[in-house]
């Protein structure tokens, strides 16, 4: 009996772990063609993939906010374009895998164009303010479709 309580309390004392490692996977077919972006209406990310690359755009309602995250890829990321770079605020690679950015946005749209050839899975961390985006801050594809969650994994592929 004392067996099985240590047990269910590690099992307990697991659970906000798994709760953080948790991620969505979002599929290729969601992400083609660019959402529509209402500059200055909407708060939000909007993430699409063409044959030019895999695309992040954010913007806001107007009010600044503070955009920052993380990528991960699974491939060497062989280029990155900084959308509005007289914006300030920062993006880099790290190694050649990793992507961070920082940017404040007062509802111009804003954002990231990355190359990665052959790459085939991409996981994005981000925050607005220091806060995860909901789901319905997340727009994905033409259709503008919501995830289930965050934080992401995307299959380019």
Not at 1 to 21: D, F, G, S, V
Not at 61 to 78: E, H, S
Request: charged share 25%; with cysteine.
């Amino acid at each position: 009996m004392r067996k099985q309580k240590w047990i269910l309390l590690l099992a307990i004392l697991a659970l906000p772990a798994l709760a953080l490692a948790r991620t969505y996977t979002v599929g290729a077919g969601q992400l083609r063609g660019q959402p529509t972006i209402e500059e200055g209406k909407v708060l939000g990310y909007f993430i699409w993939v063409d044959k030019a690359g895999f695309h992040l755009r954010w913007c806001t309602d107007g009010a600044p906010f503070l955009f920052t995250g993380r990528i991960d890829t699974d491939k060497p990321v062989k280029e990155i374009k900084d959308v509005r770079a007289e914006s300030g605020g920062w993006a880099k690679v790290y190694g050649n895998r990793i992507v961070m950015f920082s940017k404040t946005s007062r509802g111009k749209v804003d954002g990231l164009d990355l190359k990665i050839p052959q790459g085939r899975i991409v996981q994005i961390e981000f925050h607005i303010d220091g806060k995860e985006p909901t789901p319905e801050q997340i727009f994905l594809g033409e259709k503008g479709a919501h995830p289930k969650g965050v934080p992401l994994k995307i299959r380019l592929r």
